[in-house]
């Protein structure tokens, strides 16, 4: 099973400032099929990057994905206040598909 | 849009059973499938099952030995049974619709809580 370590665990920021969030994978993920989500507290999880760098329908440009391999960065350009969240990555590369443990990006 | 519904309390060793009902999607589908995934209160989600509606199943190793899952195509729903429960089920129970392995849209999720 693939294990993804993200990093920071919180990300303390304030609005206009960016978000740079790490996930790194215990193994190379060779199709880049790494996807990120957002989650709101008592929502579901959103999707927001796929194939590592797709962005999904509606997101905003400000989120942007990169990486290959085994490094992964998820980066939110001028933070919005809606953008004060967790955020998942995960590989859907190798069965099982699993996920970060996430990274809070708070208000500071 | 997908809309999960079941029992929200699950006595311990009994059988959990959860429907996910689709709606302006066909189930019948090759370009998406269609997916189950747990997050306990405070964790990150955990993939439990993929479905084909051909009825092809993907299931995490780790509850492999516990799960059944079903395809009703006429009713444009999916179903999941995790027999022998214990507290460690306890968690909100998403579905989702996937393509390739990425959820592309997810339930608003039901919280199932096992206790006695």
């Known amino acids: 099973e693939i294990v993804l370590t993200q990093s920071p665990g919180t990300l303390s920021l304030s609005p206009g400032e960016r978000a740079t969030l790490s996930c790194r994978a215990s193994?190379?993920?060779?199709?880049?099929?790494l996807a990120w989500y957002q989650q709101k507290p008592g929502q579901a999880p959103r999707l927001l990057i796929y194939?590592?760098?797709s962005r999904a329908t509606g997101i905003p440009d400000r989120f942007s994905g990169s990486g290959s391999g085994t490094d992964f960065t998820l980066t939110i350009n001028r933070l919005e206040p809606e953008d004060f969240a967790v955020y998942y990555c995960?590989?859907?590369?190798?069965?099982?598909?699993?996920f970060g443990q996430g990274t809070k990006v708070e208000i500071k | 849009h997908l809309q999960e519904s079941g029992p929200g309390l699950v006595k311990p060793s009994e059988t959990l059973s959860l429907t996910c009902s689709v709606s302006?999607?066909?189930?019948?589908?090759?370009?998406?499938?269609w997916g189950w995934i747990r997050q306990p209160s405070g964790k990150a989600p955990e993939w439990i099952a993929s479905?084909?509606?051909?009825?092809?199943?993907y299931y995490n190793p780790s509850l492999q030995s516990r799960l059944t899952t079903s395809v009703d195509t006429s009713k444009n729903q999916i179903s999941l049974n995790l027999r022998s429960v214990t507290a460690a089920d306890t968690a909100v129970y998403f579905c989702?619709?996937?393509?390739?392995?990425?959820?592309?849209?997810w339930g608003q999720g039901t919280l199932v809580i096992v206790s006695s």
């Open positions: 989702a619709r996937l393509r390739l392995g990425y959820c592309t849209n």
């Open positions: 302006g999607a066909s189930i019948n589908s090759a370009t998406y499938y």
């Open positions: 479905i084909y509606f051909n009825g092809r199943t």
């Open positions: 193994q190379s993920i060779t199709s880049t099929y």
């Open positions: 194939g590592a760098s």
């Open positions: 995960q590989q859907y590369d190798n069965s099982p598909w699993t």
